[in-house]
């Protein structure tokens, strides 16, 4: 998984007094010597949970027709995963500060191993639903252990080298899950048809659990408490704000509008605690300035463009043409590879030499691979050059990801951790569930080439947004600020960290 070659343990760097605010991990002078095998169970234990945020796009209506249930069911199949995923995140990041970052890592990937298989088991649409859900808390408990895990386990440049590989996995992830889904569909190994989408997290997780003893402990410099209030308060924004959006025939608003009230409590509450030094679930310093609010929303809004859209080409493919599950994964091959090529690109020299200004670049490219998608479906209900638009989607989408990480992630601080990385990954999960709940449920009115018009429209409008989110995050002079401080946080390992001193 990883990109790099394994290079030889380093030497111990030169000692370093201890800093106020930094974990023990990260006072610690020693390089950890297996870094790169640890980076490779962590890149895979994050791809194993996003690519099942996706990877029953294509196979969910062959679940319905199996195991019965109406064609609104269908979008269910990823929200029963992705929101309890979201709405667990924080409580996720906050544990791992708590009791350990590796010890819940592990108890995670376990947990999601027995989830896939009874999900592989199911014998109901009801069953696979409840074990969805459990699958989609497990993963809540893996991924806010990333970013700290590696800040522990990597010193100077290196750590950005390190954080740099978490875009284009969780990027390529999410978009090879449909392709992935169709050709194990279509493949029906041993007569298993769609129950292999599952099956296939158990060699990937048993990996995880082989590297998982090269990881290093780490947890938060002090133990925070886990907040229930806050928990009950976030998890009832988001439920109340999604589940109406996938209640066909029914008005969403008034619910809509109760969990925007319960946002807000839960908005103030926060900021309660954090005036009175209780523990809360969002670590005050974060939303400081407007830049990482600005990130929340951009990452939210990316991945509900880009999961969303990716729902709406499968579903007129199978609902709208009778495609089979093979040709609605392939059709998305080209994403898949359009994001590999951009995120190498990006990557490789553009991040590097252009910043931040490489994102707007990549929401452009985005937005123009769409507005070529609508020009398709003018064609018919089966446009042959649909695959094209979507490898400029794709590739739109690998110039973004990396710059929007790259940008996000460098200023954290250690008491941050934990919170921002739970943060991002919860807007990520619930941008994807409300994607797929306003997408697909602006398709599903009209289950035709129309319905496919209509939603990516929809999506151009969500583009535009993210663009302006994108310049609040990296355009004012405190990200500036904050980004150069970072960067001198890495130039020489020997130094105090720029916020210590």
Avoid at 39 to 63: F, S
Avoid at 185 to 199: E, I, K, N, P, Y
Avoid at 454 to 478: D, E, K, P, Q
Wanted: glycine share 10%; hydrophobic share 50%.
């Amino acid at each position: 998984m990883s990109a790099h070659p394994l290079p030889p343990p380093s030497a111990p760097s030169t000692s370093r007094r201890p800093v106020a605010g930094q974990s023990a991990a990260e006072q610690s002078p020693t390089v950890h010597p297996h870094r790169w095998w640890a980076l490779c169970a962590l890149l895979t234990a994050e791809a194993m949970n996003l690519l099942d945020a996706t990877i029953v796009q294509v196979a969910a209506p062959r679940m319905r027709a199996d195991l019965g249930g109406p064609a609104a069911a269908v979008p269910w199949l990823t929200t029963a995963y992705t929101l309890p995923f979201a709405v667990l995140l924080l409580t996720g990041g906050r544990l791992g500060d708590r009791a350990g970052r590796r010890r819940v890592f592990r108890i995670g990937v376990a947990g999601f191993l027995l989830a896939s298989l009874a999900c592989a088991c199911a014998p109901t649409l009801g069953a696979l639903l409840a074990f969805r859900a459990v699958q989609g808390a497990a993963a809540a408990a893996i991924v806010p252990q990333t970013i700290g895990l590696i800040k522990a386990m990597f010193r100077g440049p290196e750590t950005a080298r390190a954080l740099g590989t978490i875009g284009p996995v969780m990027g390529l992830a999410a978009v090879a899950g449909p392709v992935l889904g169709g050709v194990l569909t279509h493949a029906d190994l041993l007569g298993s048809s769609w129950r292999a989408v599952f099956l296939v997290n158990l060699p990937l997780a048993l990996a995880v659990l082989a590297l998982a003893p090269l990881l290093t402990e780490d947890r938060a410099p002090r133990r925070p408490g886990l907040d229930p209030a806050g928990s009950v308060l976030a998890a009832l924004a988001t439920g109340l704000v999604v589940l109406p959006l996938l209640a066909t025939g029914t008005t969403p608003m008034p619910w809509t509008a109760v969990g925007a009230l319960a946002a807000v409590a839960f908005a103030v509450h926060q900021r309660r605690g954090a005036r009175r030094g209780a523990d809360t679930l969002v670590e005050p310093s974060l939303l400081a300035s407007v830049r990482f609010p600005a990130a929340l929303a951009a990452l939210s809004l990316a991945f509900a463009a880009t999961t969303g859209l990716s729902l709406v080409v499968v579903l007129q493919l199978q609902l709208g043409s009778g495609a089979d599950p093979l040709a609605a994964g392939l059709t998305l091959l080209p994403m898949s590879a359009g994001l590999a090529a951009g995120s190498l690109w990006a990557g490789a020299s553009l991040v590097r030499r252009y910043g931040a200004r490489v994102m707007p670049a990549g929401l452009a490219v985005m937005a123009l691979g769409v507005l070529a998608a609508i020009g398709t479906y003018r064609t018919g209900e089966r446009p042959e050059a649909l695959p094209y638009a979507l490898a400029v989607v794709g590739l739109g989408q690998g110039l973004f990801t990396p710059a929007f990480f790259t940008t996000a992630l460098k200023p954290l601080r250690p008491q941050e951790t934990g919170s921002a990385a739970g943060l991002l990954n919860a807007v990520q999960q619930l941008g994807s569930t409300l994607g797929v709940a306003v997408l697909g449920r602006i398709y599903l009115a009209a289950p035709d080439a129309t319905g496919a018009q209509r939603a990516c429209w929809v999506t151009v409008g969500v583009l535009a947004a993210v663009g302006v989110a994108g310049r609040l995050m990296s355009g004012s002079r405190g990200a500036r600020t904050a980004t150069r401080a970072a960067e001198s946080d890495g130039v020489s390992d020997h130094r105090e960290p720029t916020h210590a001193r």
